[in-house]
């Protein structure tokens, strides 16, 4: 019993304050008076019932949210909140799991363009270039260029403190220092087992095996948690970098067209730096940080674990020995980053050799060219293969020089820091030096335990020598990240510069006529209607060239109900027209007006090229809204199959197998079906103006004029861009383009006019005329071809034709009869 009290004397004091409590809460509860006891029941009672109906709520709306969401999932669609955010449901385990997807404020951008459209103020005051002009183009390297780079992209990719990516990094940290850790405590063990080994103690050897083996299942845990968060800090950087490049490439702007077809600055490659470079850039960030933090904490807590069990001498060889290394390392080493960025753009330019191929596929085909696009991508893989193996070539000795410098020197030099406590004892710890000669006992022990410090600090070292070696080796990975940060780093600023107009002329010299430094133009949008004020038609050319001037001032107004003609030879500027007013190319000088945008008040425009694009049949129809917007406005499938009947297009749903039907439609339907389709979405929206740009040339005449008249019928202004005077009949006006001797007048009638009816039967006249000279024409020619077929002598006498053109000549007459019909 005295045994058993004094076993449970240190819990005494926790039971008596666990009884007095008790006794506290019993003599309450008895003492408290019936309304209270009451009360209380009822409190209990509803949050119980509240609990339970607040539970079976959530329950039910998590249900109809899943419900929700396989629905969706099937049609591959989402909701649209009122704040521009976008929910979409993906396929999680045996459900759907809900994303909310939130575009990019435009004040975060306009807050990001001073880091991507303007150079740090210290190199800005340094080259005294315009503070308000795009940053250069600088080398890829490990310079100021790369950090302010980098940075830039880092407020992209980390936007807040508590942003799940912070969280990723912080988890990825804490793997990272328990990784260390985890070295520590393998070191020591190691020792400890190697001491034991040599004195036999098998107990204590055979428990540090098992020591060993708890420590290496939970270290090869902590290796696999910091490869996966290293994987989820990459996908992290990656998702917020290309929203925020969709959001910027993407948009009322049309950016995604100004960027190649006005900008140039990137190239025709832009699908290259949003996939590829974008993926290599994220990669080698979320690298960067296992790859530099982690070895710097190993080499801060390796040296002072060395330093106490080496002494000061071993931290001074140390020191020394990382500056020579870096300084070695740093000065033979090639730019990788250069190389890289090269590399990039090659790799690019011969992947868009192939999309070009695949995109002009049934073309090339036709003119048999497939030996000289075989020619154009061998020649690219060729210059991108010399590069490559360029590359290599130099890796090949900075390998040599790497491997012989971090691994067999390094482990020498280690080898020779752990042997100074040994040789020298004064240089080395105190505990080391103050050691006595004894007895055979003694020495033993101070001989196993001089084992066992050896092991532990070779383990040390060898940990040190692999941070080290880890640190030296980040130098190449930062200069490929270099290289991946200035393409990444290219394609934002070009977006910007895109997206804010933020072109100026080179330092020092003049803006050209034309160019996108010299646009002085005035875009009204809100108009009833479409305004050209003195506007030249000019084609742009690629930042910072000045374009091609096709008529230097045009002016006219469309109001409703005045469907306008605009005809004119080819290459005169007819498609240029509906591409100045859609906002594709820039207004240079004057005033344009138009509608708002797509939908009853607004105006579309039918492309020359009818666009079909990915998904369901019914998406063609109501391109480019989607099956939501066409639910939000309350239309149903019957009223697109009504719409297809009035394009002549009533057949394809049954033909295709529904609405729901999915195919690559630019290869299932033909010329002729593809225009109707385009016509189909001008009949679905409605809108109060369409610009058609020969958006019937392969429709019949009879199909062609049902189309106009229907369109006509449900209130659209037609403003068509054609060639054929059979149109006529269906518009109210016409704009003649390319008259005059330079082809740079215009002049603008109403059809049906006297002198619409003039100019008609003066061009009927000139082609009478034209046609009366043909038979003068063909004789002409027979006179110069048999002028050209003499051969003249030295002297002046025509050369006799050879023998066999006689010959020829008397077979060829023999049997040509004079009554021959022939």
Request: proline fraction near 5%; charged fraction near 25%.
């Amino acid at each position: 019993m005295a045994a058993q009290s004094t076993l449970r004397q240190p819990h005494d004091p926790l039971l008596a304050l666990y009884n007095h409590y008790a006794a506290i809460l019993r003599s309450r509860v008895s003492n408290a008076s019936k309304l209270t006891k009451l009360l209380s029941t009822i409190t209990l009672a509803l949050a119980i019932i509240g609990a339970g109906y607040g539970g079976s709520r959530w329950y039910k709306k998590r249900r109809a949210e899943k419900e929700t969401g396989r629905r969706l999932l099937r049609r591959n669609s989402g909701v649209r909140g009122k704040d521009g955010s976008r929910t979409i449901y993906v396929p999680y385990r045996d459900s759907t799991s809900k994303v909310v997807i939130h575009p990019t404020k435009p004040t975060t951008f306009d807050a990001h363009r001073r880091l991507f459209l303007q150079l740090p103020r210290a190199a800005r005051i340094a080259d005294g270039s315009n503070p308000q002009a795009p940053p250069p183009q600088t080398k890829p390297g490990l310079n100021l260029a790369f950090l302010h780079q980098f940075l830039s992209l880092l407020n992209i990719m980390i936007p807040r403190w508590n942003s799940k990516e912070t969280g990723l990094l912080l988890s990825h940290s804490v793997f990272l220092m328990l990784r260390t850790y985890l070295s520590l405590v393998v070191a020591r063990l190691d020792g400890e087992i190697v001491r034991d080994l040599v004195a036999g103690n098998g107990k204590a050897f055979l428990w540090g095996i098992v020591k060993w083996l708890g420590v290496g299942s939970f270290g090869s845990y902590t290796n696999a948690m910091i490869k996966f968060l290293q994987s989820k800090v990459s996908i992290a950087f990656r998702t917020r970098l290309t929203r925020y490049i969709h959001d910027l490439y993407l948009n009322d702007h049309l950016n995604y067209y100004k960027l190649s077809n006005l900008d140039g600055g990137v190239g025709q490659g832009a699908d290259q730096f949003i996939t590829q470079d974008l993926t290599l850039f994220c990669a080698a960030a979320a690298s960067l940080y296992s790859s530099l933090g982690k070895p710097f904490v190993d080499i801060c807590v390796f040296n002072y674990q060395l330093v106490r069990s080496l002494g000061p001498l071993a931290l001074t060889g140390l020191l020394g020995n990382y500056f020579l290394t870096a300084t070695i390392l740093r000065r033979l080493s090639p730019p990788f980053g250069k190389l890289k960025a090269v590399e990039g753009r090659r790799e690019g330019d011969f992947r868009g050799l192939h999309s070009r191929l695949i995109a002009n596929a049934e073309e090339v085909a036709f003119y048999g060219g497939d030996q000289m696009e075989k020619h154009f991508l061998d020649k690219g893989f060729k210059e991108l293969k010399h590069w490559m193996e360029g590359i290599y070539s130099l890796k090949i000795r900075y390998n040599m020089l790497e491997d012989f410098v971090l691994k067999y020197s390094w482990s020498a030099f280690g080898y020779v820091i752990t042997s100074l406590p040994v040789f020298l004892p004064a240089w080395g710890p105190l505990r080391v030096a103050s050691d006595l000669p004894g007895g055979s006992i003694e020495r033993s022990s101070r001989e196993r335990n001089r084992m066992k410090d050896f092991i532990t600090n070779k383990r040390l070292m060898l940990s040190l020598a692999d941070a080290g070696g880890r640190m030296m080796y980040s130098i190449k990975d930062l200069s490929e990240l270099a290289g991946y940060t200035s393409r990444v780093y290219t394609l934002i600023s070009t977006l910007h510069r895109v997206h804010a107009d933020a072109y100026y002329p080179p330092p020092g010299t003049r803006p050209e006529l034309y160019s996108l430094c010299d646009i002085q133009g005035t875009v009204h949008k809100g108009f009833d209607g479409v305004r050209l004020e003195h506007v030249p038609i000019v084609a742009p050319s690629l930042y910072p060239m000045g374009g091609d001037d096709l008529l230097e001032s045009l002016s006219f107004i469309v109001h409703s109900g005045e469907h306008l003609l605009i005809t004119g030879p080819n290459g005169v500027g007819k498609s240029a027209v509906s591409r100045i007013v859609a906002g594709l190319w820039p207004v240079y000088r004057g005033l344009v007006s138009r509608p708002r945008s797509i939908g009853m008040d607004g105006i579309m425009f039918l492309p020359q090229r009818p666009y079909l694009s990915t998904g369901t049949l019914r998406d063609q129809v109501i391109y480019p809204h989607t099956e939501i917007d066409m639910k939000d406005a309350s239309r149903r499938d019957y009223e697109l199959h009504k719409v297809l009947e009035e394009a002549k297009l009533g057949y394809l749903p049954d033909r295709e197998g529904g609405w729901d039907t999915r195919k690559v439609w630019k290869d299932v339907l033909s010329g002729g079906e593809k225009q109707r389709m385009s016509f189909a979405r001008l009949l679905y929206h409605e809108p109060r103006y369409a610009f058609v740009d020969e958006g019937t040339s392969a429709v019949s005449s009879d199909v062609e004029g049902l189309l106009y008249e229907r369109a006509k019928a449900k209130g659209i202004t037609l403003i068509t861009i054609s060639t054929r005077a059979s149109l006529k009949r269906y518009h109210t006006f016409t704009l003649t383009l390319g008259l005059g001797e330079n082809g740079d007048e215009w002049e603008l009638q109403r059809i049906g006019t006297e002198s619409e009816k003039s100019s008609v039967e003066k061009e009927l006249h000139e082609l009478r005329e034209r046609l009366a000279k043909v038979e003068e024409w063909k004789q002409r020619k027979q006179e110069i071809e048999a002028e050209l077929n003499k051969v003249w002598l030295e002297g002046g006498d025509e050369l006799a034709p050879p023998p066999y053109v006689e010959e020829r000549r008397v077979e060829v007459d023999s049997e040509i009869s004079p009554t021959d019909p022939r």
